[in-house]
Every structure is written in structure tokens, then in C-alpha cells.
């Protein structure tokens, strides 16, 4: 690609937002960033990956951290803050690339090159392919979607103070259940080329 061009990629949990971030990063030939990005992190810091992928994407716990002369001793603020800096030494290298969550819609929010989508999807929908993807019970998988979102929604008020899912926050919010993930694909696709003129 000619021209520097990052999309991010909110969701719901069981949206297929990851699934639909992979698929576009495929078809722009661009580098795909989701939970790989811990790795990644985790490499340029010399972190034990094992150590820090459970606060991926996830609030602080205010009652077991502090801070003190603006550092934290948050291991969820201290992780968002090295994926926060690795997000902006990218797009700032001139990188292309897709990347899901960790409020980058917010963190790239000043540069011209950024396309920002929100995938929803249908209740019912959500709930079915958490059953199936995970191996879950109904009952479960209705508690995990609750949580995941709710971890989300406070992860991103905390390092925004905006609303979590607010369209006003994106280019353009999907409902990926209206038709399906490689149609919900075409138009992202179309939008991000004719955004960009590509």
C-alpha cells in the first residue's frame, strides 16, 4: 500500500470483531495486532508473556493498586500504557496495520490515516457463537459476555473518558448479524478505500 493506513477495531464480545480484523488485514496485506500484541510488548520490555497476558485489556483494581506521583503500580494501567506507546511508535514508523481493542480509536485519535469502526451484533447472536467458539453453557457464556464487555467498557472510560461503543467515538458502527462477517468485511473494506482514496 502506497499510503499509511491503520484500522481500528472496536467490539462486542462474540461479535466476530477479531475475526472480521483478520479478514480485513488480509485483504490490505497489512499486519493484524489483536492479543499478539502482548508478545510483542512483552518482547521490547524483556516481560515474561505468561506474567502479563491476564491484564490484557482489563480496568485497574482500585483496591489493590495506587498511585504515587503520577506512576502507578497497576499491572492493567502499567500493561495499557506499554501498548499505548508500542501502538503510537508504529503508526508514528509510518506502519499500515489493523489492530482490534486496547482504545487505539482513541490513541491514533489525531492522525489523518486512522479509520476507526465499532462491531456490534445481535443479542442472540453474541450468545450462540460464545457457546460454540468457547464450549460453554448457555448460563456461561451469557456471564462471560457480560463480563468481557463490562471489563471493556471501564477499561475504555478509564484511558479515554469517552463512552465504550458510542457511534460519535467512530468513522462507522456494524452490526455484523445484519450480513454476516465477510459482507460486514466488503464494507469496511469499501469505506477505508474510498476514505483514503486507495
Known sequence: MDKQVIITIGREYGSGGHVIAQDIAKRFNVPYYNR??????????????DNIKDYDESPRKYLFSRTVQGYSNSPEEILAGLQFDFIKEKAASGESFVIVGRCADYVLKDMDCVASFFIVADAEAKLQRT?????????????????????????????????????????????????????????????????FDL
Request: proline share 0%.
Open 36 to 49: 499478539n500484541l502482548i508478545e510483542e510488548v512483552a518482547k521490547q520490555n524483556n516481560f515474561d508473556t
Open 131 to 195: 457457546m460454540e467458539t468457547k464450549q460453554l453453557s448457555q448460563r456461561d457464556a451469557e456471564a462471560t459476555i457480560k463480563r468481557h464487555d463490562r471489563n471493556r467498557k471501564t477499561y475504555y472510560k478509564d484511558h479515554t473518558d469517552m463512552e465504550w461503543g458510542n457511534s460519535k467515538n467512530y468513522d462507522m458502527t456494524i452490526n455484523s448479524t445484519v450480513l454476516g462477517f465477510k459482507k460486514t468485511a466488503d464494507i469496511i473494506e469499501d469505506f477505508v478505500k474510498t476514505k
